[in-house]
């Protein structure tokens, strides 16, 4: 499997259902590096000064840390090419207002969906909205979808 990054905020916040947990615990999980940028970003997008901050902070470093080095993966050039391409489609397809971070949205869907396309890996999100347009799209990527719990549960 290839993680989204949805499904690392939703192990974060405890929304993940028990059988995403069991997959996790019992699958062979890739990374890739498209979801390390959108973790990292929060190391300079939060407020030092809030007093959440360092726990958050502290949360995702350790998320990252414990990332093996041998299953994360960068998209190539090819990957990128065809991302590309498949973002630009589905913006134009959804009608969505132009200038408000979509397209940028879609270009990281689209760099994990063809990354997962390219390892024979299934991407596993709770990001069922744009995954279920990707895999429309190119029906040959296999996506795991689940649906976020509502509230934190206590992690075990």
């Known amino acids: 499997m290839l993680l989204d990054a949805s499904v690392y905020l939703?192990?974060?916040?405890?929304?993940?259902?028990?059988?995403v947990d069991n997959l996790l615990t019992y699958r062979l999980c890739h990374h890739?590096?498209?979801?390390?940028?959108?973790?990292?970003?929060?190391?300079g997008r939060l407020d030092p000064a809030h007093p959440t901050t360092k726990s958050v902070l502290g949360?995702?470093?350790?998320?990252?840390?414990d990332i093996p080095a041998h299953r994360l993966h960068a998209p190539d050039a090819t990957a990128w090419g065809r991302a590309g391409m498949l973002a630009g489609l589905l913006f134009r397809l959804s009608h969505l207002?132009?200038?408000?971070?979509?397209e940028r949205r879609f270009l990281?869907?689209?760099?994990?969906f063809h990354?997962?396309?390219?390892?024979?890996a299934t991407v596993?999100?709770?990001?069922?909205?744009?995954?279920?347009?990707?895999?429309?799209?190119v029906p040959s990527v296999r996506?795991?979808?689940y649906r976020a719990a509502p509230g934190l549960r206590p992690q075990a």
């Open 97 to 102: 207002p132009k200038g408000e971070g979509h």
């Open 143 to 145: 996506v795991i979808f």
């Open 59 to 65: 949360a995702v470093a350790d998320t990252i840390e």
């Open 32 to 43: 890739s590096a498209v979801c390390l940028a959108e973790l990292s970003h929060v190391f």
């Open 108 to 112: 990281n869907d689209a760099l994990i």
């Open 10 to 19: 939703d192990v974060l916040q405890g929304r993940t259902p028990e059988a």
């Open 115 to 120: 990354q997962a396309g390219m390892l024979g």
């Open 124 to 137: 596993l999100t709770g990001n069922v909205g744009d995954f279920d347009y990707l895999s429309q799209l």
